[in-house]
């Protein structure tokens, strides 16, 4: 417990809190305000859900499957971060009794990650309203948790840089104009990004520090360890392609053949590995922070597993 931090480390906290109380924001009053979703507006933009590569489909139905995986983006999300508020919880402990801009920046942290939780919990039962029934989510958070949060801290740490970085690249893509995206979702972009960019200078700090106190073997086998984090989700990554193309097929309105139904199916897991890792695995900041902290042969493997995912 209290451990000392540099002065930089102590400005960046500080500069955490004064940012995260500039931005604080209201579910209901600066995201929801009374709107719902317009079922005849995308609710993903393209450049995540990438509609565009539905070829054989029309633009009505390119439009279903972005609303089908802006419902799966909530579940996502309301899923990562779970564990990630636990996980930022725990290294929390650290700071009890050290630098309270650290302890506040975690608590502010985890605040705004529950936060986030129910905003993605909201809106879910609003895009379920406008959509047909039938829609299943198969994971479940708490078992999800359970099964990162029993790897090491190093690589769920390094997990939730990734994550949040991608927030940022999924924030740029909603702000492209686009008069038939959803303007609800275009908020919920927006107002998640504010948080998150506190949030990954946070993830850095902590994972710094964290990789500071690793003996060489330990990094080696948290290495291993991310690996697995990222096949693990790209399981539930390939579950859920395969539950939303059942569920295109089932109610979009006309008969999907079997070459077709692999087809879709083929390219929502694109979509989906687009959106939850490789958006966050290609980030500029990811590679600079990785690389500054492992050797050669271990970023080797790691960009081995992720070509098998390609
Ligand atoms: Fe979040
Ligand atoms: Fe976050």
Known sequence: MDVQISHSDAAKYAHCIKASKAVRW?????????????????????????GREFTGLSPEEKRFVSQIQGRTYANIFGLVERFITAKLLEVGRDHWLGDQNALEALVRFSDEELKHQTLFRRIEKMMADTLPPGYRFAPDPNAVARAVLSKSTWSVLLLTLHIELFVQNHYRQSIEPDAALSGLFKDVFLFHWK???QHVVIDELELRRHDAGLTKEERNKAVDDFIALVAAVDGILQMQAKADTSYFIANCGRTVMLQ???????????????QYIFSGTQHPRFQQILKSMIKEPQLHRISLALATLQ
Not at 260 to 274: G, M, S
């Open 26 to 50: 209201d579910i209901d009053a600066d995201v929801i305000k009374g709107r719902t979703f317009d079922v005849g507006r995308k609710y993903l933009p393209d450049g995540l859900s990438l």
């Open 195 to 197: 948080d998150e960019v």
């Open 260 to 274: 077709e139904a692999e087809l879709i199916e083929k390219q929502f897991l694109k979509a989906y590995r687009w």
